[in-house]
């Protein structure tokens, strides 16, 4: 069993500044990419950043320049720091991770895994 926890979503002015965290917990072998994504109202869930766990990150054309992801491998966590943000944030975001976990079936050995978190969302609004 493998969960993604998400916090740090909330209101916040537009030009304003919030870091969201994602730990990852369970029965994990190893993560290789982590990422968040985002979805607005009416609209399709899109990526937002992306980081491998050799910390080669790449963003969404809408958000490079403002956003940055990191992660620390150590505690299973990736961040998401969001400045400058805009109106246009405003969105559901989602922590997503690919893992290699115990299979649990006959034989043994390691599966591929990817997991998602509940959501936490960011009003960006005066």
């Known amino acids: 069993q493998v969960q993604l926890v998400e916090s740090g979503g909330g209101l916040v002015q537009p030009g304003g500044s919030l870091r969201l965290s994602c730990a990852a917990s369970?029965?994990?072998?190893?993560?290789?990419?982590m990422g968040w994504y985002r979805q607005a109202p009416g609209k399709q869930r899109e990526l937002v950043a992306i980081?491998?766990?050799?910390?080669?990150?790449n963003y969404a054309d809408s958000v490079k320049g403002r956003f940055t992801i990191s992660r620390d491998n150590a505690k299973n966590t990736v961040y998401l720091q969001m400045n400058s943000l805009k109106p246009e944030d405003t969105a559901v975001y989602y922590c997503?991770?690919?893992?290699?976990?115990?299979?649990?079936?006959?034989?043994?050995?390691?599966?591929?895994?990817?997991?998602w978190g509940q959501g936490t969302l960011v009003t960006v609004s005066s």
């Open positions: 997503n991770a690919e893992l290699r976990v115990p299979d649990t079936t006959p034989g043994g050995g390691y599966r591929s895994l990817e997991a």
């Open positions: 369970g029965s994990i072998v190893s993560i290789n990419a």
């Open positions: 980081i491998t766990n050799s910390r080669s990150a």
